[in-house]
Structures are given as structure tokens and as C-alpha cells.
């Protein structure tokens, strides 16, 4: 700790060594719940707070007695995109890390919560609103906010910074009556923190430590790779960004050693994994972002050969590392992660797709005066199958992607509208001007349940498949989030080899709109969705179906 705090603030390690003893002796044992490790049974529900709602009651509440009533047996944890107040951005622009947003509810509904659900929260910490007290207090010139955010002199060279968005990389503002201009990576309202001043790295310590007393087993570190800026970089992924996760990691490991940390970074695939450090020292879990644009690559062109070879490419720095698999967000499907996997005319291909299918597609800019494919605004249902084909070919395609993702090692994210069946909200996405919302639709409770309850709604369908399929995955420890794996192909067929403690699975998957027979790679086995045996010598599969087969011994 000392050495990477004697690189990042030579000039304050006396005060900033002080300030970490007084958080960990404020946030000491008796003040973080105990969590316990993660195992095959964890899976994580991506949800808004007011994802699921009802009249006269406080969101939070209408989504704890949902998730009781419906999630219960195949969901462990639930992830809260951001719950804090905000002026933008669907919540990524907080106004205060420490309340909950009223229009939710307050903090004994979050303890409610907890009490049935593990909790991951959002740490959006590399930028905040303009509107917060920090960033009001940083233009009224009051210390030590009077360096809480970055001020730049628009003449310099910016050409290297890596733009996320198509927007202006700083705005202006008047701090104490003059004209200054603030680095805001994301957009107007999301003034970025300096973390080159020594009190924002303490600050934001506080924030991480109160979520962990607040019952939250993983922290979510929103753009991390953006954290540390310095003019003549790319101001991403910098060594001081890196720096600045250990030496969190070093603090969370002595006052909430099971706490979680997960890095959420949407930029290409080998980039993504270095959040990992060597295995012990940066981030737990990292987003496996290749695998939902890859999947819609797979199955779209009927090949498993891209995703195969990509698949037997993980390789983890320790085996106290895992990913943090998904297919769908409150984001749109980011693309980044395809480069140097396919080719660009292959991602405009999957652009032109959900174009097609009713989504949107948002751009980044070159730099050099050309845009092109940065995020596919788009739910992953209509992302993968045209809505006009029939219902029992979308579910087929759609449960396809989720076994495998449910089979990958790592922990399994599900975001509600994927295991609820949902499609584009394109009147969401039209009326707001936000394309992101597409995919972010509020659900009203009782006509949620009215579907879930109707066994031959299209929701009902894909409820109950995939609560069978979480079911089984919680039962069966060769799930091991941290167990290896082994990846083969036989034509449009994907198989993942499973193994943990003596024991093997065979997820076998095929992407292809016929039928296919292959070759057993063991005669005696256990197909798990439907607890029957199978002693043959050829595994057949419908188009675009899957089977999870347990070896027997």
C-alpha cells in the first residue's frame, strides 16, 4: 500500500496513509456484514429500482415482493443500477453517493431487500452531476473541493484521449465568477472526479466502504478505465487507474475480505481482462462484454468456429478470478469487444441487423472524422431474432445464447427484461430521444403477473425455461463459478466440457437452423432438464437447441 500510495501522492502519503487508518477503523468489522463466497448457486438480477412498479407504493418494495415471489429459487443476488438521486443519464449522474433516491424508497427498503437478496451496487465514481454539493461547492472555490474535478485549458492537445461518446470532452462553468472548463468525459452533466488530488481518493474510499456496511457484497466500478487523466494519453486504462483498484482492493480486503469488486470496462476484449492485475490484486469479476455481441455473431451467421476459438483463449491469472457473464444490460450491446476478433464490415453487419430488427445503433467518433459502431441500442431478444418469425423460433434462439452464458465459467448477471420475456420499447426510445431506452421499460406489477400467471403467454414461456434452467444450474456443483473448462466444435456445434471435483458436463449447442447428429463424447450420460438418461452413440439436436448432460460414472 505504501509503495503504490508513495507513486500516486508523493507530496500527501503522511495525510493520505492517516485518512485510510481512519476509514478502516470507521468501517471497522463490528460495523460490514459478514458475506460468504460465491459458489455455483450465485446468479445476479440486473434491475432498476423501479424496474417493476405499483401505485401508492415505493418501487423498491413492489421489486422486493416480486423478486420474492418469482426469483427466489434462481436468483441470489440482485444488482441495483444506480438507486442514488440523479439528473441524467437513467440514474449515472448522482447527486449523492449516500441516499437513496426518494422516488424509490429509502434504506430500510435496501435492508428489506438484503434480507433476502445479496445486493450489488452501482460505485458510479468516475464522474458525478453538476448538480451535487461536491461539484456546487468546487465552483464556490471551497476547500478541498476546490480541486475535486478537473479543470482544463482548452488550447492544449486533446487528439489522444479516447472518446466514448460523440460529445464535447469538457464544458464550461463559472467557479468563483470566472469562466473555467471541466473535463466531463460522459456529458455536460457528468463533471469528472479528479483523482489526482489526494482528498477524492479518501472521499470516494468512504463511498466504497458505506456501500459494504450497507449490505453490499459486490461493488460495481462504473467506467473505471476512465478514472485517472493525463494530458498527452489516451486518459484511459492509464497505470495510475490500475493503482488506484489494488489499493482499493488492499483496503476491502482487510475490512470486508468476501466483498466482491467487479470493473465494469466496455472496450476490447484484452483490455477488459487486465483489470484482472495478476489475480489477486485488482478487480474479482470483470464483465465478459465479448460474449453477448459474439453470441449474436454465432448465431446470426450459423459459425460457432469465432466463438469456439475465443472461447479456448480465456485463460484467468488465478483461480480466484472469474468473469461476470451476460448477455444484456441497461446498455445497449457494446461492440468494442469484436475488434481484432472480426472484421468491421462484420460488425456493420450486426449493426444492419438490429437496424432491421427495430433497434438503434450509436457511434463513437474515430477522431479522424469517421464514426463508426460503438453500442447496438437493442433488447437481446429482438437482437438475435426477428420479432416478425414465431414465437417458438425466438425462444429457441433466445434460450440458445442464455445456456450458454449460464454455462461459461463465472458468475451468471440476467438483466429483467431477458428472463421476463420482453422486447423493444422503440416508444420509449422515440419519445425520450434516449436509444438506450429501448431496453429500460417499467413494468407494472399486476399486468406482469397476469402474464408470468398465463402459462401460454410468450413471457410465461421464456419465466418458466429459464427458471428450470437456473434451477438446475443451482443444484449442480460442477457450476463452480472458479471450475475449468474445455471448449470444442464439430461443425455448428458448440460444446462447453465442464469439470469440478471429479465430476464432467457437456453443454452442447446447436447453432444452426437444422437439425444435427454428432458423435457422443460420452455414451452414458445424464441430461440434466430432463432427468433421463441417454446411453447412445450420437447426440441429436433440434435446430438452434441445446442439451446439459452430466457424465454418469
Known amino acids: 500500500m505504501k509503495e503504490i500510495i508513495a507513486k500516486l501522492y508523493p507530496e500527501y502519503q503522511t495525510e493520505l496513509l492517516a485518512g485510510i487508518q481512519g476509514s478502516i477503523a470507521k468501517y471497522n468489522s463490528a460495523t460490514i456484514p459478514k458475506s460468504t463466497a460465491i459458489t455455483h448457486e450465485d446468479c445476479v438480477l440486473i434491475t432498476y429500482g423501479d424496474a417493476i412498479f405499483e401505485k401508492n407504493r415505493a418501487p423498491l418494495e413492489s421489486l422486493c415482493n416480486f423478486a420474492k415471489s418469482y426469483l427466489k429459487e434462481g436468483v441470489t443476488a440482485i444488482h441495483l443500477l444506480p438507486c442514488f438521486p440523479y439528473t441524467s443519464d437513467d440514474g449515472f449522474s448522482v447527486v449523492n453517493y449516500y441516499e437513496i433516491d426518494p422516488d424509490l424508497g429509502n434504506w430500510s427498503h435496501i435492508e428489506r431487500l438484503n434480507a433476502h437478496f445479496d445486493l ?31 479543470e482544463v485549458a482548452p488550447n492544449l492537445d486533446y487528439s489522444k484521449v479516447i472518446r466514448p461518446r460523440a460529445l464535447p470532452l469538457f464544458h464550461p462553468f463559472k467557479k468563483n465568477g470566472e469562466a473555467t472548463y471541466v473535463w466531463t468525459t460522459f456529458s455536460e452533466d457528468q463533471v469528472d472526479l479528479n483523482y489526482q488530488e489526494y482528498h477524492v ?69 484484452i483490455e477488459n481482462i487486465s483489470y484482472f492485475g495478476n489475480g489477486s490484486n485488482e478487480a474479482h469479476m470483470v464483465y465478459n462484454f465479448t460474449l453477448p455481441p459474439l453470441l449474436a455473431y454465432a448465431i446470426h451467421n450459423e ?12 485463460v484467468l491469472p488465478s483461480d480466484e478470478t472469474c468473469f461476470f457473464n451476460f448477455t444484456a444490460s441497461h446498455d445497449g450491446i457494446g461492440v468494442r469487444p469484436l475488434i481484432g476478433i472480426v472484421s468491421d464490415n462484420e460488425i456493420q453487419a450486426l449493426a444492419d441487423i438490429t437496424i432491421r430488427h427495430g433497434g438503434f445503433v450509436s457511434y463513437k467518433d474515430n477522431g479522424d472524422g469517421t464514426k463508426s459502431p460503438y453500442e447496438l441500442n437493442c433488447n437481446y431478444m429482438d437482437l438475435i431474432s426477428d420479432p416478425k418469425t414465431s414465437r417458438e423460433v425466438r425462444m429457441q434462439r433466445f434460450l440458445l445464447t442464455q445456456s450458454v452464458m449460464l454455462c461459461m465459467p463465472g458468475v451468471p448477471g440476467i438483466y429483467y427484461h431477458s428472463i421476463l420475456g420482453s422486447s423493444n420499447d422503440i416508444d420509449g426510445a422515440e419519445n425520450s430521444g434516449i436509444p438506450r431506452r429501448i431496453n429500460r421499460e417499467k413494468l407494472p406489477y399486476d399486468t406482469l403477473k397476469n402474464a ?24 449442480e456443483v460442477i457450476f463452480n463459478p472458479y471450475g475449468s473448462a474445455m471448449y470444442h466444435r464439430i461443425e455448428k456445434v458448440f460444446i462447453i466440457e465442464r469439470s469440478y471435483k471429479n465430476e464432467t458436463l457437456y453443454a452442447v449447442h446447436n447453432f444452426s437452423s437444422k437439425s444435427a447428429k454428432i458423435k457422443a463424447i460420452a455414451n452414458n450420460v ?26 454418469q460414472h
Open 120 to 150: 450489488m451496487f452501482d460505485a458510479v465514481v468516475n464522474h458525478m452531476s453538476k448538480s451535487s454539493k461536491w461539484f456546487q461547492l468546487f465552483l464556490e472555490g471551497k476547500k478541498p473541493y476546490d480541486s475535486f474535478f478537473i
Open 201 to 269: 481518493f479518501l472521499q470516494i474510499l468512504d463511498v466504497l466502504l458505506f456501500y459494504i456496511s450497507k449490505g453490499a457484497k459486490y461493488i460495481r466500478l462504473d467506467a473505471i478505465a476512465f478514472l485517472w487523466k493525463k494530458i498527452g494519453t489516451t486518459c484511459i486504462h492509464l497505470d495510475e487507474t490500475h493503482m488506484v483498484i489494488q489499493a482499493y482492493r488492499q483496503i476491502l480486503d482487510r475490512v470486508a475480505p468476501e466483498a466482491i469488486i467487479i470493473t465494469e470496462t466496455n472496450v476490447p476484449h
Open 303 to 314: 459459425d460457432v468456429s469465432v466463438l469456439a476459438d475465443w472461447a479456448k483463449s480465456l
Open 452 to 475: 408470468l400467471e398465463d402459462k401460454k403467454s410468450f413471457r410465461s414461456l421464456i419465466y418458466n425455461n429459464y427458471m428450470q434452467l437456473l434451477s438446475v444450474r443451482r443444484s
Open 526 to 551: 445424464l441430461n440434466l432438464v430432463t432427468q433421463t438418461t441417454m446411453e447412445t452413440a450420437y447426440w441429436s439436436l433440434d435446430a438452434f437447441s441445446f442439451l446439459w448432460l452430466k457424465k
